[in-house]
Nanobody, 114 residues
Framework: QVQLVESGGGLVQAGGSLRLSCAASGSIFSIRMGWYRQAQGKLREMVATITSGGTSDYLDSVKGRFTISRDNNKNLVYLQMSGLKPEDTAVYYC?????????WGQGTQVTVSS
């Protein structure tokens, strides 16, 4: 099973930017990938997904602020986040999205201070 390792989380002030990275131990060439987040006491939610061909989809509240991208040659997926808000505070998870199941990374904490 492919291992997913997220990095790039941290503490940032409101209005700031962060770039999350997800490194896969195997090929992600044909796999739809995604970023999800889970705030304390809340359900995990989809933030952004990207198909193998580069078509992306976003949670309405992050549209225009976040951008998902991928480098299939390096087996990397990114989430560029700008205009961060305190409500973006959560653990962010990278995911491989298959029909019927999801392979999750271990998550990286993003904290946005007001």
């Amino acid at each position: 099973q492919v291992q997913l390792v997220e990095s790039g989380g941290g503490l940032v002030q409101a209005g700031g930017s962060l770039r999350l990275s997800c490194a896969a131990s195997g090929s992600i060439f044909s796999i739809r990938m995604g970023w999800y987040r889970q705030a304390q006491g809340k359900l995990r939610e989809m933030v952004a997904t990207i198909t193998s061909g580069g078509t992306s989809d976003y949670l309405d509240s992050v549209k225009g602020r976040f951008t998902i991208s991928r480098d299939n040659n390096k087996n990397l997926v990114y989430l560029q986040m700008s205009g961060l808000k305190p409500e973006d505070t959560a653990v962010y998870y990278c995911a491989e999205l298959y029909n019927g199941w999801v392979n999750w990374g271990q998550g990286t904490q993003v904290t946005v201070s007001s």
